[in-house]
């Protein structure tokens, strides 16, 4: 009887242990709330004084900041429209601006270069703080660009059309409002976006999964899906592979979560 009691009371023990207990943290899943950004802020707070404390922090950050601003840097050079063109920050420019110069330049000690935009000055004008966040140009001449920047360096973007010839934003030109999103060109005058369309269009990330089509002078309202992953998955992604003749292929990439992915045309 009483090894019976005993082993009754062991297992009520044993599956009171196996029961899952609450995730004290569970709130931390809706990351926009203002009780969570509260509490990313504190954590910032409280770890930057920590770090801060450190007797290397100052030799270290000075030097990475004398590293970030040192004129001899090798400039990354990307190819557009046959030229090379570079993000550059420094001390003058901190936000950056973006340049050009010819290939036979860029191989000398000091390219010419000549700025295509300047984030600083867009900053100041705009009342933000644009952070450079990429470049996807039609191929293969290169002529117009979609340009995503981000106000103070978040994920969500602003995509607008930019004319790389004449170096200005095209007037009544592409134009993806604030949003976590991609964009990429199909045809001079469709691209393929996905961002956020309304309410239930992104995932439990916080990613877009609709990609629509977009023509030349539609609202962002008349767009028409193309493909639709599910709100599960992290998020859906679009990139157009184009050839020297012309040729668009628009590649799909859906991901399932972090480890899988699929792809499609």
């Not at 644009?130 to 191929?139: A, I, L, M, Q, S």
């Not at 799909?252 to 499609?264: A, H, P, V, W, Y």
């Amino acid at each position: 009887m009483r090894l019976a009691l005993i082993l009754a009371i062991w297992l009520g023990i044993g599956v009171a242990q196996a029961q899952p207990t609450a995730d004290p943290f569970l709130w931390l899943e809706q990351v926009q709330s203002p009780r969570a950004l509260d509490w990313v802020r504190a954590e910032d707070a409280r770890s930057l004084k920590i770090l801060q404390a450190d007797p290397h922090y100052q030799t270290f950050y000075s030097q990475a900041l004398a590293l970030a601003q040192s004129s001899d840097r090798i400039p990354t050079p990307d190819f557009t429209a046959g030229q090379i063109t570079n993000l550059w920050q420094d001390a003058t420019h901190v936000q950056g601006i973006w340049r050009r110069t010819s290939l036979a330049s860029y191989q000398t000690p000091t390219p010419a270069w000549a700025t295509v935009l300047d984030l600083d000055a867009l900053s100041k004008a705009e009342h933000s703080t644009w952070v450079w966040k990429g470049d996807t140009c039609f191929h293969p001449a290169d002529h117009r660009c979609l340009i995503s920047l981000s106000n103070g360096g978040e994920d969500a973007v602003t995509t607008r059309e930019f004319d790389f010839e004449k170096t200005r934003f095209v007037h009544g030109g592409f134009l993806i409002p604030h949003a976590k999103q991609v964009a990429d060109w199909e045809t001079p005058d469709s691209i393929l976006v996905g961002t956020d369309w309304g309410p239930g269009s992104m995932t439990a990330s916080g990613y877009p999964f609709i990609i629509k089509r977009l023509h030349r002078g539609q609202a962002l309202a008349q767009a028409q899906e193309v493909f639709r992953g599910t709100p599960q998955d992290v998020a859906v992604q679009v990139q157009t592979l184009t050839d020297a003749q012309g040729h668009v292929v628009p590649i799909l990439q859906r991901g399932i979560d972090f480890f899988r992915t699929e792809s499609g045309s």
